[in-house]
Each structure stands twice: as C-alpha cells, then as structure tokens.
C-alpha cells in the first residue's frame, strides 16, 4: 500500500486496539482526512464488517477517494469487466435477475463492489439507466451488498424515482418524491406491497 501522503495517522495502534472491537462490525470515521485509520480498520475487517468515511474538507474527501480508487484498481476489478483493453461490460456485474416486470425493466440484484471499483466509487444501495450511464437501458440495479430486507425498500425507492424520471420529471424532483414515499413505507411497511404494485412490480 503506498504511503499516505495526505497526513500521518496518529495514535494509530491505540485507535485499532481500543475502537476495532468486532471484525465483522459498522464502523464510521467521522474525521476521514487521508484515510490512514480508515485504511488501517479495513485492513482488520472482515468482508462482512462496514466503514463509512466522513469529513467536511473537500481536499480530505478527494484524497480518500483517490486511494480508495487506487487500492480498487490494484484488487484487479477493473480486468474481471474488461476484454483486451475494452470498456467494462456492465452486464459482468449482474448477480441474478430478480425480476422483470411487465414494463420491460430488468430488476438485477448486482455486485455493488464491482460497480464501486468500476463505474462509480460512490454507488450504494441502488440505480437506474436515468440516473446512471453505465446502467443498460430499461434496467434497475440493487446492490447485492444490502441485507435482505433493506431491499424492497431501496427497490421502491428506485422503480418510483425511474417512472417519475421517464414521465420527464427532473432528478433532484423525482428523488425528493421517491425518498418520501420510501420514508412513508419505512415507518407503514404494510402499504409497502401496495406501492410496489403501483410501479408494475406484482
């Protein structure tokens, strides 16, 4: 791993000894800066443990993002997509078809870290091809990263967001739409299979 040139962590053997109390754990740097602690807890984590990364400084948030892009290139995700220098094949990140609705969309559970490494370090929970020009026409993508029962509530979220965008709505508007109705089911889970059947998915 190369150095990190941003700062130095400090403390950094006492904050992994007396913070990392489960490799399979959430965890949350609120003071993401370079990335080094981040860095160090990933190194401890298992594949199912979590870390988010927080910080107000934009020069912090875009050096993180570079390594982070740099220790994702170096996993060789990038090849896994790619045929002899092509682009990355989007359909490579499909897990399995959850569903396909009546309206033609393909509902595709996928492989969040590949798309992460890939086509958008910021990807998380899910998208569309309104949103996302990796993402083929007439698809949805849920990231296979969500536990099982966060997803039909990212899927309504996504199928919603999509019509409204496809009616000519803008995304700012349609996402304020969609995170309200997500909001409302959250708290109403019985009225969640209802709105669902209003986006086509029965």
């Known amino acids: 791993m190369e150095a990190n040139t941003y700062h130095t962590p400090v403390l950094l ?7 990392l109390t ?3 754990g959430f965890y949350v740097d609120g003071t993401l800066g370079g990335g080094g602690h981040a860095e160090a807890i990933l190194e401890q984590l298992e594949l199912t443990g979590k870390l988010i990364g927080i910080d107000l400084d934009d020069d912090a948030l875009e050096a993180a993002d570079k390594q982070e892009a740099a220790e994702r290139k170096r996993a060789g995700d990038v090849k896994k997509l790619t045929k002899g220098g092509n682009l990355p094949d989007p359909a490579k990140v499909h897990v399995r078809l959850w569903k396909k609705l009546e309206t033609n969309i393909s509902v595709w559970i ?6 992460r490494s890939v086509f958008d370090i910021d990807f998380t929970e899910g998208g569309h091809d309104y949103v996302y020009e990796f993402v083929p026409q007439n698809e ?17 979220h996504e199928l919603h967001e999509r019509n409204l965008m496809a009616k000519g709505w803008s995304y700012s508007k349609a996402h304020e739409d969609s995170s309200k109705i997500e909001y409302h089911c959250r708290h109403h889970p019985n009225e969640l299979h209802a709105e669902l059947a209003k986006e086509g998915w029965e």
């Open 13 to 19: 053997q006492e904050v992994l000894f007396y913070l």
């Open 140 to 156: 949805v993508w849920i990231d296979n990263d969500l536990e099982e029962a966060e997803r039909p509530y990212v899927l309504l």
């Open 110 to 115: 996928i492989d969040g870290r590949l798309v």
């Open 22 to 24: 489960a490799r399979n």
